[in-house]
């Protein structure tokens, strides 16, 4: 915060001719018997004063510029449903207009990636547990001494599947303890007065009532950064949350992963801790000095080895028919979150893997509190436009962060994610995914203080949607009002933007308001480069139109 210091006295330097009926002018007037002594000392009060007003002018100058800097010409909110899509669509918009910091950002990711990994093996060794809810601990003696590389048919025919089970947690067990320090890097240097406390998931006031506790929004400075809401009192628990369903020979079940929970990281702070260890480099690495990110995995401490490690079991449980047969059993599909990255261990756990552009938009990381993303739009002649976009968390104990946001919005991109009609919330397991998204969407285009806000609705995962119905997924299983409509992409995918489209028309309170429907898979960055240059030409046309009218 800036200090305002009392205005000085107008500085008196040089003889002035002062109007004789002017009374200010003769108070100011030197003394007529000022002696030379005086007239040296008053001279040099009179230039100290002008010094601190100048300073206090220059204050104010820099003051005014940086309000000019902060003050947003369009402010877009990103709502939705948990696993909607929110930051991967603040992703691109960043790979849009602030690639330096997106690429800056790149080698941070790296942990996530390696956490999504890790996780999803962990996801597969729970599904072919003997007992899923009870992760059983194998003691090392009991471990069977085959080579674990290529559980061939013959491997699969001659073990039972406890057996089987305990041979691939064995062999994986170092992902245990490395997940854990995945999670510790990821939380280092994050304040607990920045943590989250996760309250329970009861639907915050505005979703029943639409009165929101309204509170101005923090600014930004460029890259991505925590905006405190402020009516959401922070909490005391740590910044990182996760799931305890520990592999066989965890350490502990009372580990400080906490069963249940998914990763979520508050604070962009683990990017600047992660991006990258120069540092470290500069001393140890021959290929330091040449400005480049080189030579981690020179650092013996470096998660890849332990990756690298283990590489060959990840990719033999993976490719196991026994294993896919047990994923099927369970309805679990692993290609709907992080499992993309199964699809690439040798790539992934390589000691020199440096992440992709796809890498990092696929990679998962639960939103928890509100990052806001500032970039400046500069178009033809026009002068250059300031946007801020902010990112929500969407899980149910964090909606409660958004009221604050929409007094001061001028666009919300709304996310739903269409693919999940036959998925619940990981909230709340009694809760339909697409139900959820509908009817958070009947509660913001109903809403009163979002009247005048733009709306754009992006119907996301739309190349999921495609895979899941083409497997067979019915969706009038789930939507029991689809009836006996065809199960193909175009009929369902129309069917849910006009459900989607009738919700805006029945409950808005502005019936002139236009609604922006699109199809998306905001993982693609190809399409998605080109919706967001056209909701960008909406949103700034929209903006320029309603300020005319309120002049
Ligand atoms: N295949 C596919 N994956 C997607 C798509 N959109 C998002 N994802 C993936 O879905 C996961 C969740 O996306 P996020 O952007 O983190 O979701 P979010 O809405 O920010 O979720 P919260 O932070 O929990 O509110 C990520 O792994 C994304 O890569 C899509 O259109 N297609
Ligand atoms: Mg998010």
Known sequence: MTTIYPRAASPTLVPRRDSLSDPFSAALRPPADETPAERERRIAEELRAKQVSDAIDEQLKLERAEQKRNKADVKVLLLGQSESG??????????????????????????????NLVRSIRRILEAVSPDPDEPLVVPATSLPSTSFGQPGPS???????????????????????????????????????EATRLEDGSAPGWLTNGNASIGSSNSGNGALSTASSPSTAAGARPAIHIDTRSLPGSPSTRSPVARGVEVAVRTPKWKQALSLSRKQLKSTSPHSGTGEVVGWWEDPNDPVHVLFKCSRPMRALWADPWVQAKLTERRIRLE?????????????????????????????????????????????????????????????????????????VNAIIFLAP?????????????VNRLEDSLLLWRSVVSNKLLKHVNLIIFLNKCDLLKTKLESGVKLNQFL??????????????????????????????????????????????????????NVRDIIVRRNLKDSKLLV
Request: glycine share 4%; net charge neutral; hydrophobic share 35%.
């Open 86 to 115: 929110k930051s991967t669509t603040l992703k691109q918009f960043q790979l849009t207009h602030t690639p330096k910091a997106f690429h800056a950002e790149r080698m941070a990711w790296r942990s996530v990636i390696y956490l």
């Open 155 to 193: 491997s699969s025919a001659v073990l039972h599947d406890p057996d089987k089970y305990t041979l691939y947690a064995q062999r994986l067990a170092p992902l245990v303890l490395l997940e854990e320090r995945l999670i510790r890097m990821l939380s280092e240097d994050v304040d607990d007065d």
């Open 336 to 408: 709907e979150s992080s499992g993309f990255y199964l699809n690439e261990i040798d790539r992934i756990t390589a000691m020199k893997y440096i992440p992709t552009d796809d890498d990092i938009l696929k990679a998962r990381l639960k939103t928890v509190g509100v990052q806001e993303h500032s970039f400046t739009l500069t178009q033809g002649a026009s002068r250059p436009m300031i946007w801020k976009i902010y990112d929500v968390g969407g899980a149910r104990n964090q909606r409660q962060a958004w009221a604050p946001y929409f007094t001061d």
């Open 418 to 430: 269409i693919s999940a009609f036959d998925q619940v919330l990981a909230e709340d397991p009694r």
């Open 480 to 533: 029991l009002t689809y009836g006996d409509r065809s199960n193909e992409y175009e009929a369902v995918s129309k069917y849910l933007r006009n459900k989607f489209g009738l919700l805006h028309q029945q409950h808005t309170p502005n019936p002139n308001r236009e609604l922006f429907i699109h199809f998306t898979a905001v993982t693609d960055t190809r399409r998605t480069g080109t919706i967001i240059a």
